[in-house]
């Protein structure tokens, strides 16, 4: 077994040397399913908690309404639906889920996928504006097809849906911003610019 490993980590080096931003996507790839995944089992139970342990759940959660054309709905629509899936809990729920998914992503993006070692401080600066900027995208998106999935899909599979469709969204846009948030190698000194 420790023979294949070696073999299988081998081989692998030798394709990221010789395909650099094939290996960081894939590797970006298996981080992002794996943040998904903790998303999905987090969407899963926590909402439920957040609606049995408190009334949040019957506070609409409505935020900046955006009205063009035929597009009438919210960048965050979360209206009561009198259970779990909807109201300021599953709001609260949701954005939680995303800060401790963001919290599991940005080392793992950072230090492994793209290996970097500029300024951390920088970094994540950087990183929660994208995170931001992003996530508002996304949810003016969620408008369009979350009532959708709600109405013709149970809880369990709407979550399943919800996770991928936004995670995959999300992949897309995330990955040239992580290349330009986390450039490779170490920061160069002045000594070495010169």
């Known amino acids: 077994m420790h023979d294949i490993r070696s073999v299988l980590a081998q081989q692998w080096r030798r394709f990221a040397s010789r395909h650099r931003r094939i290996a960081q996507f894939l590797t970006f790839y298996a981080f992002s399913l794996l943040v998904t995944l903790l998303q999905y089992l987090m969407l899963t139970f926590l909402p439920e908690v957040v609606y049995r342990l408190t009334d949040w759940c019957s506070i609409p959660a409505q935020l900046g309404h ?4 035929v597009v009438d709905t919210y960048v965050f629509d979360y209206p009561v639906t009198g259970d779990a899936t909807g109201g300021m809990g599953y709001f ?3 954005a939680f889920t995303l800060f401790v998914a963001q919290c ?6 950072r230090n492994v996928t793209f290996k970097s070692h500029g300024n951390v401080w920088y970094q994540i600066f950087w990183y929660i504006i994208a995170f931001v900027a992003i996530t508002v995208v996304c949810s003016v998106l969620m408008g369009l097809y979350v009532p959708v999935c709600k109405r013709f899909f149970p809880p369990s599979v709407y979550n399943v849906l919800i996770t991928v469709i936004n995670g995959g969204v999300q992949m897309v846009i995330y990955f040239p ?7 490779e190698g170490k920061p160069q000194t002045v000594t070495e610019k010169d």
Do not use: E, K, R, S
Request: charged content about 0%; glycine content about 4%; cysteine-free.
């Open 66 to 69: 955006i009205h063009l054309g």
């Open 92 to 94: 609260a729920a949701f």
């Open 104 to 109: 599991v992503n940005f080392p793992m993006q």
């Open 177 to 183: 911003v992580y290349a330009i948030i986390f450039p």
